[in-house]
């Protein structure tokens, strides 16, 4: 699965953070902007760090 994981990670984060942003417009409670926002920046740190030379476990 070598360069799709990290794909889809990436993708992964884009449609959290678009999530996030309409959560936050809509009024939605902080902590569900909060988790998703977390959630968000997870997924784009496990996309980038699965790049790096290297990494592979």
Same mark, same amino acid.
């Given at each position: 699965m070598g360069g799709a994981l990290p794909t889809l +990670? &990436? %993708? +992964?984060?884009? *449609?959290l #953070?678009?999530?996030t942003w309409? &959560?936050?417009r809509q009024g939605?409670?902080? *902590?569900? #902007?909060l988790i998703t926002g977390a959630l968000a *920046? &997870?997924?784009?740190?496990?996309g *980038? +760090?699965? &790049? %790096?030379p290297g990494s592979d476990s």
């Open positions: +990670l &990436l %993708i +992964l984060a884009g *449609v #953070v678009g999530g309409s &959560l936050y939605a409670p902080k *902590v569900a #902007v *920046v &997870l997924a784009t740190a496990a *980038v +760090l699965r &790049l %790096i």
